[in-house]
């Protein structure tokens, strides 16, 4: 009997120890049994303002994690190296003990450093909008069906030629991708070319300039400014005689520096994709010039990327919807996908009715 009690109570201080070491894990009064404290540090790491929907992330992000109680450490890359400013930010939030860290990655391929360091110290890491690649350091990726995007945008071209150009055959077009550093790119490309190749391989599509290789094709930094350039050459050397009809144009900034490009030469401007529904392009498309882009809203790609560590906090696996498609080179990343839309001027009143920056731009 007395070996039994001493035995009940071992057990009962063991129980009593493993309760108390969860519960005071990250040492405040705000932790709970699981996860981490309440009021936690939440690193956010976003690549430089050359783009409308990260800078709204970025305010996004620090007026949700505030909200929702967490102290945001909000910083975008900057200075002469963007790559080598937000491998600082990261290793700084890393410092700063932050629990999870969200990053937009500037250079997707260059942050296995500090994915693992990240790891080390405890930290979570999300990827956001824009996948880590060659890292096994990756816990999470949140972001818009990148593929789909790229489906949406190849049918949205050959819907537009159609429209535009009935009875034309073969239609005349061009192709542009998206930065080579940018993970995203590929898949975007991936998705569009599902669309288009077998339009090309049976003559209903010409390439005029013969360019359909995705390195070809890419524009590096997604620069509008080299956008223009690269349509200034080709129009140069393939359309002193010959209709350009359309263009596949990977998001918005591309597309008005295409767009540009077409205006200087006094032609007629073609029928162009887009993405990341930017106000200046939905000015275009409700002016008759851009013809589509792809509204990906970012108020609920943030929610979702809060509602990750929401769960995380709380000791959960946060809820993801694609457990496959999101092979980084290391490691398959669970991911949750949102779903985009094709905007046209039919329906960008529909689609941008709930918006308050961009509603009034279709009235």
Known sequence: MRKLALTTVAIAAAATLALSGCSTRT???????AGFATDATIGVALPSKTSENFVLAGGLFTDGLKKAGFTGDVQYAGGTSLVADQQSQIQSMITKGAKVII???VDGGQL????????????????????IINSKYVDYYVAYDNEKVGELQGQSLLDGLAKRFPGVKPWNIELFSGSPDDANSKVFWRGAMKILQPKIDDGTVRVVSGQTDIKATATQGWSGQNAQNRMDTLLAANYSSTELHGVLSP????ARGIITSVRSTGKPIPVVTGQDSEAQSVKSIMAGEQFSTINKDTRKLVDQAIAMVKDLQQGKKPEINDDTSYDNGARIVPAYLLTPLIVTRENAAEAYANDPLLAPLTR
Do not use: C, F, M, P
């Open 27 to 33: 040492g405040t009064s705000t932790s709970t049994e």
């Open 103 to 105: 990053i937009g990655s």
């Open 112 to 131: 296995t450093a500090q994915t693992k360091a990240a790891h080390d110290a405890g930290a979570v890491v999300i990827a956001y909008d824009r996948l």
């Open 251 to 254: 998001n918005d900034t591309l």
